[in-house]
């Protein structure tokens, strides 16, 4: 901690992964005598650039651009970009990190890596939007590649962001390869991809939920957040037959009793990225909290009744009181769509009170699984049909799934699929890192 005392989002993310590895280090002390945690916590390679661009009146302005290589242990560094103000070091590192064991839980060929930039897209012209892409990608070209990292989108980086990205890293480097995963159908996407993380969230809440003999159907849910995460949570819980009954947005948490109506959310949010007070115009029916009016200690999409809860947001969105708000609630289910979105003491509550919890760097894994399905079509030139890659998808997460819950249940802690999770991830690293030396 004395070396980089400002990270206290990438210290929160080590601490949680070290807890769980206790019962891991006591079974099997190699993995201390090799030091594999103190070259698991510091990243291969950190890049800090500088991102200047110029707005439509002309002005320069200049962002913090960053990339992290953190582990290649398994395969490509893979991960994110991510472009919102609160982009800094210690953000980067935590996702970064949490990557590690994600990419490893799917059991596929992925090594891990994060990035992006303090640059804040709302209100930018697509021209600005894509000048400040072009200048990322002049300095990002020359670290990344279709077998050395592939980067993706994260909040503030969708399908929009991923083609201008991409245009620049074509025009730099002449090469048409897969070097971005999350690109249009189009030109080298992958079907599925864009809902991948949020219905991978869904199927691996039902796989807890048929564990317990329960199921989603006809649950009542809480999603916080409206982006891609969230609004393909929701629509996966309609197919499904439960129904999200209240969203949110930076600005505030809307609740509609009837249910979420999607269509209008995603108009608002998908092709206007516009307030959720809209949703008021044509649904008078709702109710609208502004952020403002938040209970002073938490969120008020929490303190909601319902079966079953969807942080997908952000980091540190849900606290100890939204958690014991929820639990007093009857909450059966929390299941992670967003990175680290509920703090050390909520997860503990969790725990303790024995729900269904699904932590996220196993509940939203399906969202890198899906983009290494999209690297698989690229290298291998095919294109594979939604069906296909659904289907692999929901295989996937069973797998994560299983994985998780049989490490519990073999390390004496059945259920708690938090530590089923490290210890599953970071035992596959640890492995790869042992028989590759020390490097
Ligand atoms: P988007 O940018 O599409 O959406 C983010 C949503 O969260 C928006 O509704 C935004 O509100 C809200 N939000 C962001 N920051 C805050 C904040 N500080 N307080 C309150 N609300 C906030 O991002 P994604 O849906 O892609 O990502 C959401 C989460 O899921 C992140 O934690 C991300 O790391 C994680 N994730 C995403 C994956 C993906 O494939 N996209 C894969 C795995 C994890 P507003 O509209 O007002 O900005």
């Known amino acids: 901690k004395h070396s980089s005392p400002a990270q206290c989002e990438f210290y929160q993310a080590v601490e949680e992964v070290l807890d769980s590895l206790q019962p891991l280090f006591a079974k099997t002390p190699a993995y201390q005598q090799q030091a594999i945690i103190e070259r698991m916590v510091e990243p291969e390679r950190q890049l800090m650039f500088r991102v200047p661009w110029l707005d439509d009146q002309g002005n320069i302005h200049v962002n913090k651009g960053y990339r992290i290589e953190f582990n290649s242990a398994l395969g490509p560094y893979k991960g994110g970009l991510r472009f919102h103000p609160s982009v800094n070091a210690s953000i980067i590192k935590f996702l970064g990190f ?30 600005e939007i894509m000048r400040f892409c072009q200048s990322y990608m002049t300095e990002l070209y020359r ?23 991409f245009g620049q890293y074509k025009r730099l480097t002449a090469r048409y ?15 599925v991809r864009t809902e991948a993380t949020g219905y991978g969230v869904v199927y691996f809440a039902n796989y807890i939920l048929q564990d317990r003999n329960s199921e ?13 995460v969230a609004i393909h949570v929701m629509e996966k819980l309609y197919q499904l037959g439960a129904i999200p009954v209240a969203c949110s947005d930076s ?3 809307l609740y509609h009793q009837a249910g979420i109506d999607l269509s209008v959310i995603k108009q608002l949010k998908l092709h206007k990225r516009e307030s959720l007070t809209a949703y008021l115009e044509s649904h008078q029916d709702a109710d609208y909290v502004e952020r403002d009016a938040y209970p002073e200690d938490g969120h ?20 100890e009181d939204d958690a014991k708000a929820l639990l007093a609630n009857g909450c059966e289910l929390v299941c992670e769509g967003a990175n680290m979105p509920s703090t050390k003491q909520a997860v503990e509550c969790f725990i303790s009170a024995n729900i269904a919890y699904g932590p996220s760097k196993a509940a939203n894994a399906g969202g890198v699984a899906t983009s290494q399905l999209e690297m698989a079509q690229n290298a291998s030139m095919q294109n594979w049909s939604f069906a296909q890659v659904d289907e692999k ?15 519990a249940a073999e390390f004496d802690h059945p259920g708690n699929l938090l530590l089923g999770a490290n210890i599953a991830g970071f035992r596959r690293v640890a492995d790869a890192m042992i028989e590759q030396g020390v490097v």
């Open 251 to 253: 600005k505030g948490t």
């Open 216 to 228: 989603l159907k006809g649950k009542r849910c809480l999603v916080s957040g409206s982006g891609n």
């Open 300 to 319: 008020a999409i929490w303190r909601l009744r319902a079966d079953a809860a969807f942080p997908c947001a952000t980091q540190n969105e849900l606290n």
């Open 177 to 191: 390869e897969g070097v971005l995963t999350g690109k249009n159908i189009l030109w080298g996407g992958s079907l």
């Open 98 to 127: 949490e990557q590690i064991f994600k990419n490893a839980l799917t059991g596929l060929p992925l090594g891990s890596g994060k990035g992006g930039a303090n640059f804040d897209p709302k209100g930018r012209s697509d021209h």
């Open 393 to 407: 998808l929901q295989h996937i997460m069973k797998h994560i799934f299983d994985t998780a819950s049989n490490t």
């Open 143 to 165: 670290h990344i590649g279709p077998v050395t990292d592939v980067p993706a989108g994260d909040i503030g980086v969708g399908g929009k962001e991923i083609g201008y990205l």
